[in-house]
């Protein structure tokens, strides 16, 4: 089992950075592939990025793309999503999950509900 535990939100103005960090718990860290999503008032968790176990591989969804990067620690147990270049729209409560489920080829987990472990989420608000 793993637990998880998110830090780095806050209140940046847009075009500013944030960088929020995952401290997991457990030995087996480096088996799950981690993920971040988010979710803004009224609308559904959305997928933003994921990396696999070693760190050589990450997905980000197009929104984010060029903007959001994903890094792990595995020696510190750690899961990073730098973000640079914000925007208004990127306000959201961001979540850190992780799950067994490996990448394999072009395959990578965005779905949430194949994610098993949740964080409780940090909230990130871009102003204009």
């Known amino acids: 089992q793993v637990q998880l535990a998110e830090s780095g939100g806050g209140l940046v103005q847009a075009g500013g950075s944030l960088r929020l960090s995952c401290a997991a718990s457990g030995r087996t860290f480096s088996r799950y592939t981690m993920g971040w999503f988010r979710q803004a008032p009224g609308k559904e968790r959305e997928f933003v990025a994921s990396?696999?176990?070693?760190?050589?591989?990450?997905y980000s969804a197009d929104s984010v793309k060029g903007r959001f990067t994903i890094s792990r620690d595995n020696g510190k147990n750690t899961a990073l999503l730098q973000m640079n270049s914000l925007r208004p729209e990127d306000t959201a409560v961001y979540y850190c999950?992780?799950?067994?489920?490996?990448?394999?080829?072009?395959?990578?987990?965005?779905?949430?509900?194949?994610?098993?472990?949740w964080g409780q989420g940090t909230q990130v608000t871009v102003s204009s």
């Open positions: 990396i696999s176990w070693t760190g050589i591989s990450a």
């Open positions: 999950a992780a799950t067994r489920l490996s990448y394999s080829g072009s395959y990578s987990p965005v779905n949430l509900l194949e994610y098993d472990y």
